[in-house]
């Protein structure tokens, strides 16, 4: 990998997501080699995914270059590199670009969609975790209407333009509000010649309600505000399997649609050499102390999404949401430092800030600790953190100045299909 040898200690971080980023942020300027290794070589900002799929932002405007975010960091190296296989015996991490040794490593590869071992909908739906997978939604989505232009076939034609949502969790929430406001605003504009009010938007959760981490009047105002828009919410429906045309469920009920986007439940992301048993737990994440140290190994670490710490309090581990990403990579910085100082480490406590999910033009739930609120000044308060937690002024800049022109205009001007994309679908 060229990485220069130091007399530094050496910390590989596997994986630039919030996780990764807070905790190499915290140990720059630090007498620390810090090797950050990511498939990507950009930050993804994954909350607004949805508005890329959408066509509400451009990707750039939500990835940010990892070797900008750290580039004024003395001892710091960048590496694009697949991770496969984590050596612990011999200090070693295995990537397709070679071998490299480590005094401590932190894992924080994040998670991946958790399908729960169905096959066809794994192969024949969509997902939306990455920038390119967000990419290649939109780009299905707008081919979708096109092709219903040209069937005269009725029934493809309805499939075309329907649309089911997996998972009623912020993602499946927040994506199904926003097509709900492209059909009601955009598509009568753009397709005059197709009657898309027959479009429907469907969102399906297994469970009694939706946004099941917040409170029960944010899921029932959620909701609310999701029917007022057309969305069909179905509640205590568990979907069984898809075909590429027909998505079929746990009862009588079925759909037929060619956009099912899977967003019922994700998993930690984990490499081989941390994946046996003694390692990993329900969710499959990685088994760690208060500390964030794996278990059975004193020099290695996990967090963010592919951790799971169990307490008293959280037993089941924290949630996989981008605040405990950021304060575990930040605590962990300091407990580093004091490692190498022979110091006592600072066990994790988890602060709790709060949820939230908008559901459109002046629509959002926030759930605090002490006040939980809907409505308008929801979605301002929505639209402030989201702007705030974003990395780079530009991309803040460019995100608000997209934000407005989209409320003004009630528009979505990167409703473009860059690249084709059609999803092989498979029996």
Not at 143 to 154: G, K, P
Not at 344 to 371: C, E, H, Q, W
Request: glycine fraction near 8%; aromatic fraction near 10%; charge should be positive.
């Amino acid at each position: 990998m060229n990485i220069p040898k130091s007399s530094f200690p050496r910390v590989i971080i596997i994986g630039g997501g919030f996780a990764g980023i807070a905790l190499a942020k915290k140990l720059s300027k630090q007498e620390v080699q810090v090797v950050l290794l990511d498939k990507h070589n950009y930050h993804t900002f994954q909350p607004l995914l949805y508005q890329v799929s959408t066509g509400g932002l451009e990707p750039d405007s939500i990835a940010y270059p990892i070797r900008k975010v750290l580039q004024d960091f003395p001892n710091f190296f960048f590496r694009l590199a697949n991770v496969l296989e984590i050596d612990t015996k011999n200090n070693t991490v295995i990537t397709n670009i070679g071998d490299l040794k480590f005094d401590y490593l932190v894992v924080a590869s994040g998670s991946k969609t958790n399908y729960f071992g169905n096959t066809s909908i794994k192969e024949n739906s969509m997902e939306m975790k990455t920038v390119p997978q967000a990419l290649n939604l939109r780009s299905l989505i707008l081919e979708n209407f096109e092709d219903a232009l040209l069937t005269s076939d009725l029934n493809e034609r309805n499939a075309l333009m329907n649309f089911v949502i997996v998972g009623a969790g912020p993602t499946g929430v927040e994506l199904a509000g926003a097509l709900a406001e492209i059909k009601k605003g955009i598509l009568p504009k753009d397709y005059p010649d197709l009657d898309t009010r027959l479009a429907q938007i469907n969102l399906i959760q297994s469970g009694d309600k939706i946004l099941k981490t917040m409170s029960a009047k944010a899921s029932k105002k959620a909701e609310d505000f999701l029917e007022n828009l057309g969305v069909h919410v179905w509640k205590n429906i568990r979907v069984t399997g898809y075909d590429g045309k027909t998505v079929t469920t746990n009862s009588d009920l079925t759909f037929d649609a060619a956009t099912v986007v899977w967003a019922a439940g994700v998993k930690g992301a984990t490499i081989k050499g941390l994946d046996a048993e003694q390692f990993v737990t329900r969710g499959n994440r990685i088994i760690v102390n208060e500390f964030n140290q794996v278990k059975g190994c004193d020099n290695v670490f996990a967090i963010g999404d592919v951790a799971q710490m169990e307490t008293e309090t959280v037993p089941f581990g924290h949630p996989m949401m981008a605040q405990p990403a950021i304060q575990q990579g930040k605590l962990l910085g300091e407990n580093l430092l004091k490692l190498l100082e022979s110091k006592p480490m600072t066990p994790f406590v988890y602060n709790d800030k709060g949820s939230m999910a908008t559901i459109g033009r002046n629509k959002a739930v926030v759930d605090l600790p002490k006040f939980k609120f809907q409505g308008v000044f929801a979605w301002f308060v929505w639209m402030f953190v989201h702007l705030f937690f974003l990395i780079g002024f530009r991309n803040r800049m460019v995100v608000f100045i997209n934000w407005v022109y989209n409320y003004i205009r009630f528009d979505r001007e990167a409703r473009l299909i860059i690249r084709p994309f059609k999803k092989e679908l498979k029996s």
